[in-house]
């Protein structure tokens, strides 16, 4: 029998009266009352209806209400692209710590040397594992980094006297790439796919001149391949001037194996909540520090982290003193709590640790997929990366589904599995996005190939129809989508 109070709102447990904790009387002197203080618009005449219940009744609806939620430290999470893979809580206790926790980002930099070291060797190690020697640790997120790395790649054209206008996106990109082009002031064009999942060289041939500015190119990118012809792309635009962008989503295949710089990457942003196991999920918060080539470090944000002296001399701090710099792009210092873990992750395995990262990653991917392949096709081939795509296209004739995917995905969780990313990349029909990251097991890889080949048995009525064991079921989408917002409010 489901617990009444997971389902219920916590105005629902309100009763008049009820107390969890009690504030003391103000202690801080004042001459003045407080209707002086505050313009008499924005003084509330009555008190704001907050649900009024004891700390216990708090305590269990928060609890039951995260037992109604997947997470990576509950279940597995095959999310394509999105690299869900287990938090170590090392990682958290350390970042936990007073030192780090409880500091202020207004002190001054003498007070904050630790931190300020820290972020620093988390600079030194992006540079050494992109091949990119400049890094700023600003930007919030994945898709913030692309913006700000584009809005350097503007800096710089704009210093050499260079109007261009183009950004150049392969068709399986993530859709934020084109929205950070937009976002930059350039113009996001198409780059066609082969049918292997690669750039299709004559397409890009076609598309790039003298307006290029950059390319915007994931490797591996979002099929599970590797652009076994990265090299080439690169020499091809730079010998038109342009830049080469690499979007890092996908970088947990590649860590300690190839670095962007090495094979032509000018720039470049990091998901280190992907990469390095920071907290991913939930709306964040993330972090997406960037690595650019020497002729672009001028353009980096500021204030720019730097170390003055060596060894046991050495003191870290903000540098505003960049005349060239694009300005600032995230208050403080970005998100150092995700930083941080990052630190501690790297630390934690060092080189060769991180390259069995990638190793095993990959290995995990080929091996589901050697699973998978017998019952969905898998359009790209018998090998990938740390990803792979399959295709629930041939349910629609067979079943008659016409969301085949998001039905294999929705009836995946009444077997305690998150659903893979469905239908993307577009260049795949009814695309379903699997990587199953190092951190699972062979049981676990075995068990949701099981669960997925025991779904495409099933009826049509029961994929239709699923979840079935969820406190919440399906939502109507589409009735949903017609339908104008309702804001809930208390009696």
């Known amino acids: 029998m489901r617990n009444q ?14 107390r969890g904790t009690r504030l003391p009387d103000c202690d801080v002197p004042s001459d003045e009352p407080i209707e002086s203080l505050i313009p008499a618009d924005q003084l509330a005449t009555e008190p704001p209806p907050l649900p009024e219940v004891t700390e216990a009744d708090v305590v269990r609806h928060f609890t039951n209400l995260s037992t ?11 999310l394509g692209s999105c690299t869900m893979k287990y938090n170590p809580k090392r990682n958290e206790r350390l970042a ?77 990109a993530h859709g934020t790439n084109p929205a950070s082009a937009q976002m930059a002031g350039f113009r996001a064009v198409s780059i066609k796919s082969t049918a292997k999942g690669f ?39 730079h010998k038109k001037g342009g830049l080469v962008y690499l979007d890092g989503a996908n970088m947990n295949a590649i860590l300690g194996i190839a670095r962007p710089g090495d094979f032509g990457a000018d720039m470049m942003h990091f998901n280190p909540h992907k990469t390095f196991s920071g907290p991913h999920g939930g709306g964040g918060p993330g972090a997406g520090p960037i690595c650019v080539a020497a002729p672009l470090c001028d353009y980096l944000p500021c204030p720019a982290l730097v170390r003055d002296g060596d060894d046991e001399q050495a003191r870290y701090r903000l540098n505003y003193d960049r005349p060239h710099s694009i300005g600032r792009v995230r208050s403080f210092f970005g998100n150092v709590g995700v930083l941080l873990r990052t630190y501690f992750y790297i630390r934690s395995y060092g080189a060769d640790g991180l390259r069995r990262v990638s190793e095993d990653a990959v290995l995990n991917a080929n091996y589901l997929l050697s699973k998978v392949r017998h019952f969905l096709p898998v359009p790209q081939g018998d090998r990938c990366m740390h990803e792979f795509v399959a295709s629930a ?10 969301q085949p995917a998001m039905d294999l995905g929705k009836r995946l969780l009444d077997f305690g599995f998150h659903a893979p990313t469905v239908y993307f990349p577009l260049t795949v029909h009814d695309a379903m996005m699997i990587e199953p990251t190092e951190t699972e097991s062979r049981e676990t890889l075995d068990a949701f190939a099981e669960a997925l080949f025991r779904v495409i048995e099933e009826p049509a009525e029961t994929l239709s129809d699923a979840p079935l064991t969820t406190h919440i079921s399906r939502p109507d989408e589409v009735q949903a989508a017609r339908k104008p917002v309702v804001r809930w409010t208390p009696d």
Do not use: W
């Open 5 to 18: 109070q997971a389902t219920q709102l916590v105005f629902e447990l309100s009763r008049v009266g009820r």
């Open 68 to 78: 109604l939620n997947m997470s990576v430290d509950t279940h597995f999470y095959p």
């Open 96 to 172: 936990g710590l007073a030192g780090l926790a409880q500091i202020h980002p207004l002190q001054p930099d003498e007070t904050i040397q630790g931190v300020l070291e820290i972020l620093y060797a988390v600079q030194e190690m992006l540079a050494e594992i992109s091949g990119l020697p400049a890094v700023s640790l600003q930007p919030a997120a994945g898709a913030h980094g692309e913006l700000t790395a584009l809005l350097v790649a503007a800096a710089y054209f704009r210093e050499r006297g260079e109007k261009r206008s183009v950004v150049l996106i392969p068709d399986s």
């Open 199 to 237: 750039v299709d060289m004559a397409d890009l041939d076609a598309k790039l001149d003298e307006q290029t500015a950059v390319l915007m190119i994931t490797n591996p990118n979002t099929l599970g391949c590797y652009e076994q012809q990265i090299e080439d792309i690169a020499r091809r635009v």
């Open 393 to 402: 296209e041939p349910l629609k004739k067979q079943k008659g589904l016409k």
